[in-house]
């Protein structure tokens, strides 16, 4: 009998920022339908231990910790502690020297260490167009969106991690309109490029993939957020790949991102050092 061939674990984290839950159930989201089908689509509160700022929430996401432990309060990421809470690829990367990993998108602190972080370092920041125009917003997502695509297509990154910022900006320029809600269907798009780069890898078939899309926070319907009301407070998480079900969101917290990747990939975690666990781990030790 011939053996099965060996599998090899890849995960894709995208993000899409400031995409109130309320609003992604109600627009036109085909390719995130898609991942929800296939494991899971949960609404998420942003905890409390966070505000509900992209800083903290993005580096919860990332280090599996919140603010009270990573450090980051705001945006601006001074007074951070990830050298005690690392990110998920650079854990992944020290933990497993000969895997590889891509991060892409426009916002400086995520990637850029004299923005006060980075969170992630060495990412991919696309060329800006003009900062203050929603035009510009857009083609640079545009502009991530292709990059990361290229690099899942062509290169054999163990995970990625794609940001998408024209939502939230949208959302702080006129609040939740119709084109903020075209903004969240313009991420799903993206989302589609993404998944059919995937798809179209020669080695496809010899590799697990593991996808989570989630939110940072919501946003006020006038727009802006950092407050502590349920529209600010309303994020969502969806992830589909192996092991995982549709009960495995239940419970859910932006720290289980870092946990179940890093599980996925073979990480070994100290538990008790981190907030996050791997997804459906919450709802197996309910009572």
Known sequence: MTAAPHRTARVLVMGWDGVRDDVRRAVRTPHLDRIAARGFARTVRVHPRNPTISGPVWSTMATGVHSDRHGVVDNDFRGHRFAEHPDLLTRLRAARPEATTFAAGEWPPLFTADSGGPLFAGGYRPPLGPQDALP??????????????????????????????????????????????????????????????????????????????????????????????????QAWIAAAGPGIAAASGDGIDHADVMAHALTVLGVELDLESIAGRPFGARAAAAP
């Open 136 to 233: 510009g917003i857009a083609a640079v997502d545009e502009a991530t969106t292709g990059r990361v695509a290229q690099e899942l297509l062509t290169q054999d990154h163990t995970a990625v991690f794609s940001y998408h910022v024209l939502p939230d900006m949208v959302g702080h320029d006129q609040g939740v309109t119709d084109l903020y809600r075209a903004a969240v269907e313009t991420c799903d798009q993206q989302l589609g490029v993404l998944l059919a780069a995937i798809e179209a890898r020669p080695a496809r078939d010899r590799e697990d993939w593991t996808v989570i899309v989630l939110t940072d926070h919501g946003h006020r319907d006038e727009g802006d957020h950092g407050g502590d009301s349920e529209a600010e407070r």
